[in-house]
C-alpha cells in the first residue's frame, strides 16, 4: 500500500485483484451461489474495516483473504452445527432419505452433502489440491499451516469423504466432530 | 465407485453457475468500498456497542435507530425524521456552531450548511454484515452523491457528522471520498436493521 493510498481505493484494489479467486473458493465451500456471494462479500468487509491490515504483495494478499474467508465460514458451520442439534434434540427424528449409493453414478448433490459434513478447513485443503491443483506447500501458504497438517487434512478428507459416500447410513458422530 | 478427485470434479458447482459472481461483482464492489470510506471519530473510549459507520447517510440511520429504541421499539418508524449530513471540525473556527455527539459525547464544530438530506437518498436495503449482524446499505440520487462527493474530497481527514432532527449521533473520520452508496456496518440485529430501512423512507 503506497503511503499516500486511501482506505477505499486500497480496498478497491483487494477486490478487484482477488474477488474472483475468493468466489471460486466461497462457491466450493458453500451450499449455494448466493451463500458464495454472501461469504465474498463478508470477507471483503472484514479488509474494509482495517485495510492496513492486509499485508504487501499479491500472494500474502490472497493468503490473508482466503484466511479471512475459512474462518468466516468456520463460524458459520460452527453456528449451523450448533442449530442442526438443537433442531434435532427439540424435534421429533424425521426419517430421511439415502441416496442410492449403488449407483454407478453418484448424485452430484450426494458429493456436495457429503462435503457439507466436512469441517471448512478440510474441504478447503480438498477443494485447494483437488479442484484447484495447488501444491501442498501453497496450500499450506494460504491456510497458514504447516504442510504436514494439509497432508494430514487431505488424507483424513479423502477417507471420510469415501465413508460417507460409500455408507449406507451416511455421516456419523465422527465425521462432524 | 470413482475416485474422490472424480467426484468432487464431477459435482463441481463451478461447472454450472459460474456466471453468478459477474452478476452481483458491482453490487458488492461498491458495498465494500464505501465500508471502507470512512472510520469512525474516537478521541474518548468507545461506547459500549459496536457502531461502525461507513457512510453519512448509513449513520443517520442509526441515530433514526436510536430514536426507535427511545420510544420503546414498538412505534413503526417513518421518514417524517430530519436528516442532515455537514462538514465537522474538532477545533473552533469562527462561524461554526459548536455541538456535542451524542453516542461518543465529543465536542465539534459544524459547518452552517446540510451536504445532503432526505431528500438525497434513492435507496436503502438491509446488508448481512456478518453471520448474525447486520447493516444497512443506502444509496443516493445523483445530485446528492455528487455533492457528497465534492465535500468530502475537500474535506478528507476531518470530519462529517450526521444529524437527526438537529442532534449530532455520529461524526466520523473522512478516509475517502464518498461516492455513490454508504454501508451502515453496526452489530444489529435483521430486525434493528429492516426498521433503519423502513426509517430512511425509500426502499
Known amino acids: 500500500m503506497a503511503v499516500d493510498e486511501q482506505p477505499a481505493d486500497r480496498v478497491a484494489a483487494l477486490f478487484d485483484a482477488h474477488h474472483q479467486r475468493l468466489y471460486r473458493l466461497a462457491r466450493r465451500l458453500t451450499s449455494s451461489a448466493d451463500d458464495a456471494l454472501d461469504l465474498v462479500q463478508e470477507t471483503f468487509l472484514r479488509t474494509a474495516g482495517a485495510p492496513s491490515s492486509v499485508p504487501i504483495g499479491a500472494d500474502r494478499e490472497e493468503a490473508w483473504l482466503v484466511r479471512v474467508l475459512i474462518n468466516l465460514r468456520r463460524d458459520q458451520w460452527r453456528k449451523a452445527a450448533v442449530q442442526k442439534r438443537h433442531d434435532e434434540h427439540t424435534s421429533p427424528h424425521q426419517p430421511q432419505s439415502q441416496p442410492d449409493h449403488g449407483s454407478a453414478v453418484i448424485a452430484k448433490a450426494t458429493v456436495w452433502c457429503a462435503l457439507d459434513v466436512l469441517s471448512p478447513r478440510r474441504r478447503a485443503v480438498l477443494v485447494m489440491r483437488e479442484l484447484e491443483g495447488l501444491a501442498i506447500p501453497t496450500i499450506a501458504s494460504q491456510l497458514g499451516i504447516s504442510a504436514i497438517t494439509v497432508r494430514w487434512h487431505l488424507s483424513r478428507g479423502r477417507r471420510d469423504l469415501t465413508r460417507i459416500l460409500t455408507s449406507p447410513h451416511g455421516a456419523t458422530n465422527e465425521d462432524r466432530a | ?203
Do not use: C, W
Open chain 2, 1 to 203: 465407485m470413482k475416485t474422490v478427485p472424480d467426484l468432487l470434479r464431477h459435482a463441481d458447482p463451478l461447472r454450472e453457475d459460474s456466471a453468478h459472481l459477474d452478476d452481483a461483482r458491482d453490487r458488492i464492489r461498491r458495498t465494500v468500498i464505501a465500508a471502507a470510506s470512512v472510520a469512525p471519530l474516537r478521541t474518548t473510549p468507545r461506547p459500549p456497542r459496536r457502531v461502525v459507520l461507513s457512510t453519512v447517510a448509513a449513520m443517520a440511520v442509526v441515530a433514526v435507530l436510536a430514536l426507535f429504541v427511545a420510544s420503546g421499539g414498538q412505534q413503526t418508524l417513518q421518514a417524517a425524521v430530519r436528516f442532515e449530513a455537514r462538514l465537522a471540525e474538532l477545533r473552533p473556527v469562527p462561524g461554526l456552531v459548536v455541538a456535542q455527539v451524542a453516542t461518543s459525547r465529543d465536542v465539534i464544530y459544524l459547518h452552517p450548511e446540510a451536504v445532503v438530506t432526505n431528500d438525497d437518498v434513492a435507496r436503502s436495503s438491509v446488508l448481512q454484515d456478518g453471520p448474525d449482524d447486520f447493516g444497512v446499505l443506502v444509496e443516493f440520487l445523483p445530485a446528492g452523491e455528487q455533492r457528497l462527493r465534492q465535500a468530502t474530497t475537500a474535506h478528507l481527514g476531518r470530519l462529517l457528522a450526521i444529524l437527526i432532527d438537529g442532534e449530532v449521533v455520529i461524526a466520523p473520520v473522512i478516509r475517502s471520498a464518498i461516492g455513490d452508496s454508504a454501508v451502515i456496518s453496526g452489530a444489529y440485529t435483521r430486525a434493528e436493521a429492516e426498521r433503519i430501512v423502513a426509517g430512511i423512507g425509500r426502499h
